[in-house]
Every structure is written in C-alpha cells, then in structure tokens.
C-alpha cells in the first residue's frame, strides 16, 4: 500500500520539530478517514511484505492512530487525560480502538507486541510519537520501505539534540526517561553510552554522570 495521504497530512499540518496542527488536521478529516481506512484494509504479512515495508507500516500506524486518538478527545491538554491508568495495565495505550484486517488492537499491541517483539529495532522508540512534548517528534514525513534506515537514523540524531529532550556533554548526560523505562533495548548490543555515541550527536566518556529529565507529557500542539 501507499503512505502519500500520511505523507501529504504530516507535510501540512505538522512542523520540522514535530508540532502538530490538530485542527489542521480535522479540517481535512476526509483524508484522514482515508488513509486509517487504507490501513485497515492491508494488513502486512509475512508472506508479500517485506520486512521494511511492514516496519513503516506499522510505524505510521501507530503515529496515525495516536493522532485519531486525540481528534477523537480533542482539545485535551494530554494524552494521559483521555484514560487516567497504569501503563500496560489499563492506561490510554490500552484502549482497543484500533481495527486492522479484522483485529482489534490498541497502543500497546502495535509497540509492544509487534514492532518491539518483531523488528528488535531500538530507534522504533524514536519513530513513534505518544503525541507529547517530551516524545520524538512526530516526523512531518511518511514512513517507507526505501527509506526507512535513514529515516530512523534522522529521528535518533534529532531526538538526542534536542536540549528540550537530551542534554548531552562529555561528562554528564541528563537524558529522556525512554532510555530508562526501555533500557534493555538500547543494550542488546553494548552499554547505553555505546548506543548514545553511535547514533547522538557528541562523544560522551564511558564514566559520564547520568540524570533522567523529567518526562513532559503535554499535547504536542
């Protein structure tokens, strides 16, 4: 299937450093419908899709879906208001919304059960946007198959220089709570400062000091 409707919303309506016009993206309801229509309709398979191809499939689900999630509650000031909870419990990730190939899904399911369980991909957590302050930008451009490796790598370049969410020095790093609550993701392949330096923006010291910044969870708007 095609993203360009995905790719023509995101363009518009949604800035480089990733702030999203909402009401932009309500007034033009009628493609948004469209392109969640098209992804309910093509679920990826193994057998004609390849792993690219299903990897921004369910990038962009994900990240349209968040944005449906907020339209559907909008205005609201975070996404955390819509459904007050415990992560992986009964929180807003939780709600199954989300109808795809005849299954139902939420949050959770795409993050948890298939593009982390699946793809062992770490700069996944970079791709998909929890529609707040403090997340990766929601990316004003389509996931796709042909560019994916790059897109990733932008996504993890701009998420760790930006000061609002990493502040990186040589010898002392306060950076984003995702590099906590998902550590071991980011250390399959060595320790977090490994990760840090192959894909940040700085060289930081093995025995660099290190803080979390406190996690803003304010609509993304």
Known sequence: MTHEIWDDLVQEHVTEGGVVNYKGIIQDSVQFNAYLDMLASH????SYWTSDERLAYWINAYNAYTVKLILDHYPVESIKDIK???PLVNSVWDIQFIEIGGKTYDLNNIEHGILRKEFYEPRIHFAINCASVSCPRLRNEAFSAEKIESQLQSQAMSFLSDPIKNQLTTDHIRISKLFSWFKGDFTNDGSLI???NAHGPIHIDKNAKLDYLTYDWNLNE
């Open 43 to 46: 679920h990826p398979n193994t």
């Open 84 to 86: 007050k909870g415990i």
């Open 194 to 196: 490994d990760f840090l």
